[in-house]
């Protein structure tokens, strides 16, 4: 018997339990050891019926990722579940934590299953680029219906125990112990002489309009592929016998395995774990953690202080009058009437967290037992030295202190103070009460348990948290600022903003940069331009005015109707301005410009190219450490769509060398935009990528 699965007798009950941490993954070992332990119970007279059930966190999480894309070893879990289905003796599964991909799917091969309150179950596949490819597509839709079931499969979500009740995926709920519930539903089958219930010999589920439903489900996933592929799998499962449904099954999720979206979503499933992970903070404990302060209650201040105070942390608020403080106060309550309203906290929390966890003061001395401070004023190093300064004096010995900068020097930030050690960055992304992404930024001069506390209040505020170093725009807003100067000199040189716009949301982004630009405000970009122009443009950047005159006459966008698109009330998505093709001609005809053709393939080669080649060379200035901070800073903050990995793994899996060749064929117009970064061109000489430096750590 293996150490993963061991089985044991209780009178006629055959008890098989897997150990398999942290969350029972469905290795080789696991999947040989259910099969012998299914197998010998089988053959022993002495048992009437069967229970699996997990240890620790889980049932079964699934088919153990770690294993794709290498070759796959048996017993297969296809066969493996409908082996466990074909036992002549009632088999049980008493789940427990989650059921998840492979881990519902043997479930669902079992006869009965019983549950714990607290469990979830669901076929998260869609996730990892794939479809459930151990009959989870052809057994759940027999018991949930099709509609419930490809909803279940195309959203991956999570279903609680009184909900897959309540949809006939589980028989019971049962109170006790996975083993006790087990072995409690066994004896009473045996005693009610109750037969064995296979979900394959169910009814097939009913038809609906696939093609519609497939169409449907492909807008909605924004080229995603494998949830669309649910949907064909599920119709196999309503048009043919239970045996080749499952085998189209099958063939589907192999196909899908050898894709590139399957690669990019699993590097996405790990990078995402292995980004707050950094090997320099191993062993170090962060700071302790309870009450929190935040300087300015602006839109990024007022968001902060919801994230903090949703987490369960203290939060001291400060701004500059008491007018400003009712007005932060504002903003916060009107967050979490949004939690409120979406079920995810009480009417009574609500309470709680306004009235007792939050606090409103003008005078810095409120902040003397803060744990943490969050400065988030306005964007000006003058301002910000002031409020630091402020700070030092009044902050207990320990406290971090973190600015929410965008751009500016966090070192020069620490430098006003008498403890830079202390001082580190905590870029949010705005709503930062909903937005995943989080930048530690880390000076030089920063102490190692300020840092792992910065990881610490992201860990607790449920964020992605990437180091980032010390540059303009760290590493998500240096990027940005590339390949948006890319889409800018595009749109000077021929193409529209509008083609640009369509071929990046035909990428899979959700918007366009100047879709986006509408929503942010163009009037920061403005700001941005005139400080770039007064500072001196950096070499090779190109500038481009025709969207200051939008300004210049009030539009900024969403926010007053009209930007690049107008907007109309009660209307989701804008149409093109037409006012906006006419300044661009305006602006080429006063540079002497001839406008160029550009194909979609010559748009997509050139955003990619300057946003890859800025990931590169932050990668080689040591600003982001790993390739996988990068793609995670694109996933998490800018809607890189996740099913392309991130940039750099979406560049590793274009070949780098192409890409190599890409810039330097831009870089015959403007050297100085788009000279290959040194460690693309060093990558590439050496025959090496991205992910052969994720794994350098
Ligand atoms: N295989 C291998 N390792 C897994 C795993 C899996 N299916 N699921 C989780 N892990 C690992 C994680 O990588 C992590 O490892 P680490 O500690 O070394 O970083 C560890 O288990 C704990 O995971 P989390 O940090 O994510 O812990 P949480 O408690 O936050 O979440 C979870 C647990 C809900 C199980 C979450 O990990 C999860 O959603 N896992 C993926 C589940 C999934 O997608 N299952 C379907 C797999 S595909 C499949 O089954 C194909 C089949 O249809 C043929
Ligand atoms: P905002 O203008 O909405 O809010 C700033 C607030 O700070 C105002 O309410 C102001 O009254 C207050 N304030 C100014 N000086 C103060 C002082 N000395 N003491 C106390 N309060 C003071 O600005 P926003 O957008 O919230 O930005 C704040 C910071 O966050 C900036 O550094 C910005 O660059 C950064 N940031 C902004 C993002 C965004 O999308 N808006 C995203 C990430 C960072």
């Given amino acids: 018997m293996s150490d993963v699965v061991t089985l044991t007798r209780e009178g006629p009950i055959a008890l098989i339990e ?25 053959a022993d007279d002495a048992i009437m019926a069967l229970v699996i059930y997990g240890t620790g966190r889980a049932f079964i999480a699934g088919a ?13 879990l296809p066969e493996l ?42 076929l998260p596949e869609v996730h990892l680029g794939l479809i459930p490819g151990a009959g989870g597509t052809q057994r759940l839709p027999r018991l949930t219906g099709t509609e419930r ?43 009610e002489g109750k037969p064995r219930r296979a979900v394959s010999e169910l009814p097939a589920p009913a038809a609906v309009d696939w093609d519609a439903a497939y169409a449907a489900t492909l807008k909605k996933g924004r080229g995603q592929l494998s949830p669309a592929m649910v949907v064909r799998a599920v119709q196999a499962a309503a048009e043919k016998p239970f045996a080749d449904g499952l085998a189209e099954e099958r063939r589907i999720f192999l196909e899908l395995m050898e894709t590139d979206q399957r690669k990019g979503m699993i590097h ?21 953690l309870t009450a929190i302060g935040v300087i300015g209650g602006g839109t990024m201040g007022a968001g902060i202080a919801t994230a903090a105070l949703l987490a369960g942390l203290k939060v001291t608020l400060i701004e500059m009058s008491d007018e400003a403080t009712e007005a932060a106060k504002g903003r916060i309550a009107s967050n979490l009437q949004g939690a409120l309203k979406r079920g995810k906290i009480t009417e009574a929390k609500f309470t709680k967290l306004t009235e007792d966890a939050l606090t409103l003061a003008t005078t810095y001395d409120a902040l003397a037992d803060a744990d943490l401070v969050i400065e988030a004023v306005f964007e000006n190093m003058d301002v910000k030295k002031d409020v630091f300064t402020k700070l030092d004096a ?63 209040l992201g860990k607790m505020l449920s964020k992605i948290s990437v180091r980032a170093g010390v540059c303009d725009g760290f590493i998500g807003n240096r990027i940005l600022s590339t390949y948006r100067a890319a889409a800018d ?44 122009r007064a500072e001196g443009l950096p070499p090779g950047m190109r500038d481009s005015s025709y969207a200051d005159t939008l300004c210049e006459d009030g539009h900024f966008g969403q926010k007053t109707g009209k930007g690049y698109y107008v907007y109309e009330a009660g209307k989701r998505g804008g149409t093109p301005n037409p006012d906006v093709l006419p300044l661009i001609e305006a602006e080429r005809a006063e540079k002497g410009l001839t406008a160029q053709d550009f194909t979609a393939d010559d748009i997509l ?19 982001a450490r790993r390739p996988l901070d990068v793609d995670m800073v694109l996933l998490f903050g800018y809607g890189f769509p996740r099913y392309h990995g991130g940039p750099m793994k979406w560049a590793d899996m274009q070949g780098l060398d192409k890409i190599l060749a890409d810039l330097d064929r831009f870089a015959a117009e403007n050297p100085e935009f788009w000279t290959p970064a040194p460690l693309l061109r060093s990558l590439v000489a050496e025959g090496r990528t991205f992910e052969d430096l994720n794994k350098e750590g």
């Fill in 18 to 42: 897997i150990n398999n941490p942290p969350v029972n993954a469905l290795s080789t070992a696991v999947r040989q050891g259910l099969q012998n332990a299914v197998l010998e119970a089988e």
């Fill in 64 to 76: 153990d990722i770690k294993e794709f894309g290498k070759p796959l070893q048996p017993p297969f």
């Fill in 81 to 122: 579940c409908t082996r466990i289905e074909a036992c002549p003796k009632p088999v049980v599964a008493a789940m427990h934590g989650v059921s998840l991909g492979g881990g519902l799917e043997v479930a669902l091969g079992c006869h009965y299953r019983i549950a714990t309150p607290d469990a979830r179950v669901g």
């Fill in 149 to 191: 079931g490809i909803e279940m499969m195309t959203s991956g979500r999570h279903v609680k125990a009184a909900e897959a009740l309540e949809a006939g995926i589980i028989d019971e709920i049962g109170t006790a112990s996975p083993r006790e519930n087990g072995l409690a539903f066994a004896t009473r089958i045996i005693e």
């Fill in 268 to 288: 996405a499933f790990f990078g995402e774990r292995a980004v707050s992970n950094l090997p320099e903070l191993k062993g170090i404990d962060p700071r302790p």
């Fill in 394 to 456: 009044i902050c207990k010995p320990g406290a971090v202190l973190a600015s929410n900068t965008s751009y500016l020097d966090v070192a020069e930030i620490a430098a006003a103070t008498s403890r830079p050690a202390d001082v580190i960055g905590l870029h949010f992304f705005s709503p930062a009460h909903v937005m995943k992404l989080l930048e530690v930024v880390v000076p030089d001069a920063a102490a190692p348990d300020a840092v792992a506390t910065g990881f610490a």
């Fill in 489 to 532: 000199h595009m749109v000077l040189d021929g193409a529209s903003p509008y083609e640009i716009d369509k071929v990046m949301t035909g990428f899979g982004f959700p918007m366009g940069p100047f879709a986006v630009a509408d929503l942010a405000g163009l009037d920061i970009g403005w700001a941005n331009r005139k400080r770039k």
């Fill in 605 to 623: 080669a050139r955003y990619m190219a300057a946003m890859v080649n800025e990931g590169a060379k932050i990668l080689g200035e040591g600003i």
